[in-house]
């Protein structure tokens, strides 16, 4: 899955056009380095969100393509 895509389903970000610019500004992270919008995302691995003063980081727990609200939870684990 797209991480854009992945972002946006997860609801870790609100909007995919968001999370693509996050992307551009080289403020998300898969396992240490910087990806891009289109980087592929798999089961394992670490996402770090750097948005303002914030930093988050995510492991991807499941791929889901349609997700409900409740769902969206299941996707990753915060550490």
Do not use: P, Q, W
Request: charged fraction near 35%; aromatic fraction near 2%.
């Amino acid at each position: 899955m797209r991480l854009d895509k992945f972002l946006k389903n997860s609801r870790l970000i609100k909007r995919r056009t968001i999370a693509k610019e996050a992307c551009d500004n080289g403020r998300i992270l898969i396992n240490e380095i910087v990806a891009k919008a289109g980087t592929k995302v798999k089961v394992g691995d670490t996402i770090s969100i750097k948005l303002g003063e914030k930093l988050l980081r995510a492991k991807v727990t499941a791929l889901l393509d349609h997700v409900t609200k409740d769902d969206a939870e299941k996707m990753y684990e915060i550490i």
